[in-house]
């Protein structure tokens, strides 16, 4: 009799005991699981949506490396043997960035900077602004939140045209909504403490009951609902106010690409090719806003904003003119006789210069200009009539990926203007080593009078940060020893590099200028930085992108592979111009240098090329753009005019044709480049 009164309540127990041991089991496995995953992405970024979208049943961990679909792989592998049923399960994810002890911004935001969110979302339910779910949805009705961003707050309404979306997580197994609001985030903050942004992982789960015993069904729910929670800071996503705007020319509204936006928080922003700016990393205050570009007037010169706990867009401004404020010095050429000078006479009286005059070399020569008769053809080389020309490109414009070339031709010609051949040709660049001529060194024209020549490059010209253009070569020719007056320019491009000593405290940025014609793909760095112990290089973005993220203390250090996110990310684009930037662990704002060498292909693994090394040094003028020592052009040769015979005075010769008046010009030469007549007018 005892045992069958004890019996029933023994069992009772026993089996509440094995089924809410389980039960318990299972809950702190979602627990560690909640835990995990927050741990693990507070220290990534939640900008980076580098994902795919996830149906019912896919592995999260296959969905590359999304923020939200890393900490939520962590998050399901950590729980296991516990296993999540997409059906009825779900991982829930917020990011709360606080500004002056509110919350500010709730992130996956979804707003016009940052779509990429809401397409990422694992369908096949609408995105809930503020809550990423790996399974489910939120419930859009509660969250006090424009989801569908028409202006009202759940907009629940069945009058509603695009109501936002309401689900009941007591009769809809896939509801499942954050259990926090903006306020409950707050309502745990210390107000007093500095601006910060905190990660909620949230956990959902359904515990099916293993027993399923009527006396313990009856009064508990089966499956039993479970709800875990980890809230951890996540510094990537600290509060970081943005101001953009546009830049535009006043004449014609066309949008203005490359602009540099200097902050006076010592922050700058650079345009896209579409004119737009846009730069993070403000927090509430006054800020002074200033373009630049060259020698630029901007209208207006500068606007003073200020941040409270919303982003500023609409800064924009307009070029009203862009003065040339550059001069063009005259230079003096060499030739077979010696030097050339052209003379410019400052005559006493007012008079029409009609001829040339090219003094003898004498200490103070007077020549009387005289008209000469043609001479008879004695099929002699005449320089004069001898000329250089570009062949191809048409432009000039070739890539220096040491493959490329561009053809030029030497014309030999006599003195009746007829081709001449046999005449010993060659060709000079101005920057000697740095390219290679083909045939090099002295050839023959053949009969034909023309000798073809071929110039390439792997070291692309001098990049002018001020006039955003590259410096060309200046290629020159001889023939027959006698240096042709004809010139041709030719540039080598490939993506030009300038350092830019502006940012934020771990920040350091370059600016590269895609002046080709073809698109190019980064697709090499090699970085050096002033190394110590605990040094870090965390990450680099170009663009704005993150396109390699993996923690190195080694300097210098070489980055070709591990690239995350697609490789179109690396891309720039034909005449656009892009940052890089490059974070580390530690205060960048010293005397120190940081160099990067670029190298790039034309996005198809062909065309290599490079933008040489480039240094930054993070001092105090934040606002002082330097370029950095790229392919630093050879120094311009200026010639030595040196007579190499000694001058004998010639006597005047009779014009065959008497000039009226005769006008005898003085000049007195000296050893330089620049010979300065006094002219005499004799009636």
Same mark, same amino acid.
């Given at each position: 009799?005892?045992?069958?009164?004890?019996?029933?309540?023994?069992?009772?127990?026993?089996?509440?005991?094995?089924?809410?041991?389980?039960?318990?089991? =299972? =809950?702190?496995?979602?627990?560690?699981?909640?835990?995990?995953?927050?741990?693990?992405?507070?220290?990534?970024?939640?900008?980076?949506?580098?994902?795919?979208?996830?149906?019912?049943?896919?592995?999260?961990?296959?969905?590359?490396?999304?923020?939200?679909?890393?900490?939520?792989?962590?998050?399901?592998?950590?729980?296991?043997?516990?296993?999540?049923?997409?059906?009825?399960?779900?991982?829930?994810?917020?990011?709360?960035?606080?500004?002056?002890?509110?919350?500010?911004?709730? &992130?996956?935001?979804?707003?016009?900077? =940052?779509?990429?969110?809401?397409?990422?979302?694992?369908?096949?339910?609408?995105?809930?602004?503020?809550?990423?779910?790996?399974?489910?949805?939120?419930?859009?009705?509660?969250?006090?939140?424009?989801?569908?961003?028409?202006?009202?707050?759940?907009?629940?309404?069945?009058?509603?045209?695009?109501?936002?979306?309401?689900?009941?997580?007591?009769?809809?197994?896939?509801?499942?909504?954050?259990?926090?609001?903006?306020?409950?985030?707050?309502?745990?903050?210390?107000?007093?403490?500095?601006?910060?942004?905190?990660?909620?992982?949230?956990?959902?789960?359904?515990?099916?009951?293993?027993?399923?015993?009527? &006396?313990?069904?009856?009064?508990?729910?089966?499956?039993?609902?479970?709800?875990?929670?980890?809230?951890?800071?996540?510094?990537?996503?600290?509060?970081?106010?943005?101001?953009?705007?546009?830049?535009?020319?006043?004449?014609?509204?066309?949008?203005?690409?490359?602009?540099?936006?200097?902050?006076?928080?010592?922050?700058?922003?650079?345009?896209?090719?579409?004119?737009?700016?846009?730069?993070?990393?403000?927090?509430?205050?006054?800020?002074?806003?200033?373009?630049?570009?060259?020698?630029?007037?901007?209208?207006?010169?500068?606007?003073?904003?200020?941040?409270?706990?919303?982003?500023?867009?609409?800064?924009?401004?307009?070029?009203?003119?862009?003065?040339?404020?550059?001069?063009?010095?005259?230079?003096?050429?060499?030739?077979?006789?010696?030097?050339?000078?052209?003379?410019?006479?400052?005559?006493?009286?007012?008079?029409?210069?009609?001829?040339?005059?090219?003094?003898?070399?004498?200490?103070?020569?007077?020549?009387?200009?005289?008209?000469?008769?043609?001479?008879?053809?004695?099929?002699?080389?005449?320089?004069?009539?001898?000329?250089?020309?570009?062949?191809?490109?048409?432009?000039?414009?070739?890539?220096?990926?040491?493959?490329?070339?561009?053809?030029?031709?030497?014309?030999?010609?006599?003195?009746?203007?007829?081709?001449?051949?046999?005449?010993?040709?060659?060709?000079?660049?101005?920057?000697?080593?740095?390219?290679?001529?083909?045939?090099?060194?002295?050839?023959?024209?053949?009969?034909?009078?023309?000798?073809?020549?071929?110039?390439?490059?792997?070291?692309?010209?001098? &990049?002018?940060?001020?006039?955003?253009?590259?410096?060309?070569?200046?290629?020159?020719?001889?023939?027959?020893?006698?240096?042709?007056?004809?010139?041709?320019?030719?540039?080598?491009?490939?993506?030009?590099?300038?350092?830019?000593?502006?940012?934020?405290?771990?920040?350091?940025?370059?600016?590269?200028?895609?002046?080709?014609?073809?698109?190019?793909?980064?697709?090499?760095?090699?970085?050096?930085?002033?190394?110590?112990?605990?040094?870090?290089?965390?990450?680099?973005?170009?663009?704005?992108?993150?396109?390699?993220?993996?923690?190195?203390?080694?300097?210098?250090?070489?980055?070709?592979?591990?690239?995350?996110?697609?490789?179109?990310?690396?891309?720039?684009?034909?005449?656009?111009?892009?940052?890089?930037?490059?974070?580390?662990?530690?205060?960048?704002?010293?005397?120190?240098?940081?160099?990067?060498?670029?190298? &790039?292909?034309?996005?198809?693994?062909?065309?290599?090329?490079?933008?040489?090394?480039?240094?930054?040094?993070?001092?105090?003028?934040?606002?002082?753009?330097?370029?950095?020592?790229?392919?630093?052009?050879?120094?311009?040769?200026?010639?030595?005019?040196?007579?190499?015979?000694?001058?004998?005075?010639?006597?005047?010769?009779?014009?065959?044709?008497?000039?009226?008046?005769?006008?005898?010009?003085?000049?007195?030469?000296?050893?330089?480049?620049?010979?300065?007549?006094?002219?005499?007018?004799?009636?």
């Amino acid at each position: 009799m005892e045992i069958t009164l004890a019996l029933p309540v023994l069992l009772i127990m026993l089996t509440g005991l094995l089924e809410f041991g389980f039960a318990l089991n =299972y =809950y702190l496995n979602a627990l560690d699981g909640a835990r995990d995953g927050a741990r693990f992405a507070s220290d990534s970024d939640p900008t980076i949506r580098t994902g795919t979208s996830l149906g019912f049943g896919v592995d999260p961990c296959t969905g590359g490396l999304d923020f939200y679909l890393q900490a939520a792989c962590v998050t399901r592998e950590t729980m296991k043997p516990v296993t999540l049923r997409s059906q009825i399960d779900d991982v829930v994810i917020s990011v709360f960035r606080i500004l002056d002890g509110h919350v500010i911004g709730r &992130w996956p935001s979804c707003d016009q900077f =940052y779509a990429g969110d809401c397409t990422l979302d694992p369908p096949p339910f609408v995105e809930t602004r503020g809550e990423w779910h790996l399974y489910g949805r939120g419930d859009q009705c509660t969250n006090l939140i424009d989801d569908d961003q028409d202006g009202l707050v759940d907009d629940c309404g069945a009058s509603e045209p695009s109501p936002e979306n309401s689900c009941d997580s007591a009769i809809d197994d896939t509801c499942h909504p954050s259990t926090f609001t903006n306020a409950d985030i707050e309502a745990r903050l210390d107000p007093d403490a500095p601006n910060t942004a905190v990660m909620l992982v949230e956990v959902f789960y359904a515990y099916d009951q293993l027993l399923k015993v009527p &006396w313990i069904t009856a009064f508990v729910p089966d499956p039993i609902r479970m709800h875990t929670y980890t809230i951890i800071p996540v510094p990537a996503a600290e509060p970081s106010l943005t101001i953009s705007g546009t830049i535009t020319y006043q004449s014609d509204g066309a949008p203005v690409t490359g602009v540099t936006i200097e902050f006076s928080n010592g922050l700058i922003g650079i345009t896209d090719e579409f004119g737009n700016y846009r730069k993070s990393g403000f927090d509430s205050g006054t800020f002074t806003i200033r373009p630049n570009f060259g020698t630029c007037i901007f209208s207006p010169a500068d606007r003073v904003e200020t941040l409270t706990t919303a982003d500023l867009g609409g800064i924009d401004f307009v070029i009203v003119d862009c003065p040339d404020n550059t001069t063009t010095t005259a230079t003096a050429t060499e030739t077979a006789g010696g030097p050339t000078a052209t003379i410019t006479p400052t005559p006493t009286q007012s008079q029409t210069p009609t001829e040339t005059q090219t003094p003898t070399e004498t200490p103070t020569p007077t020549v009387t200009p005289t008209r000469t008769a043609t001479p008879n053809c004695s099929g002699v080389f005449s320089a004069a009539n001898s000329s250089l020309s570009l062949v191809t490109p048409a432009d000039g414009v070739v890539q220096a990926d040491n493959s490329s070339t561009a053809q030029l031709v030497v014309t030999a010609r006599d003195d009746c203007g007829e081709l001449m051949g046999n005449v010993p040709v060659s060709l000079n660049s101005s920057r000697g080593g740095d390219e290679t001529i083909s045939p090099a060194g002295t050839t023959t024209a053949p009969l034909t009078g023309q000798a073809f020549f071929t110039i390439q490059s792997g070291v692309m010209s001098p &990049w002018n940060a001020v006039t955003n253009v590259f410096t060309p070569s200046v290629v020159s020719a001889v023939a027959n020893s006698v240096p042709l007056a004809d010139t041709r320019n030719v540039a080598f491009v490939c993506v030009a590099g300038i350092g830019v000593p502006a940012g934020g405290v771990n920040e350091v940025f370059w600016q590269f200028t895609n002046s080709s014609t073809i698109n190019r793909r980064l697709i090499r760095l090699e970085v050096t930085w002033p190394q110590e112990t605990g040094r870090l290089l965390q990450d680099i973005r170009f663009g704005g992108t993150v396109i390699w993220n993996l923690f190195t203390g080694s300097s210098p250090v070489t980055i070709d592979s591990n690239f995350i996110g697609s490789s179109t990310s690396r891309n720039i684009n034909a005449t656009v111009t892009k940052a890089l930037q490059i974070n580390f662990n530690f205060n960048v704002t010293g005397s120190q240098e940081y160099t990067v060498k670029a190298f &790039w292909d034309d996005t198809n693994g062909a065309s290599t090329c490079d933008s040489g090394s480039i240094t930054v040094i993070r001092g105090s003028s934040a606002a002082t753009f330097t370029p950095g020592p790229t392919n630093t052009p050879l120094a311009s040769r200026t010639p030595t005019l040196t007579p190499t015979r000694t001058a004998t005075p010639v006597p005047s010769t009779t014009p065959t044709e008497t000039l009226e008046p005769t006008e005898t010009v003085t000049a007195t030469e000296t050893p330089t480049e620049t010979e300065t007549p006094t002219p005499t007018d004799t009636p």
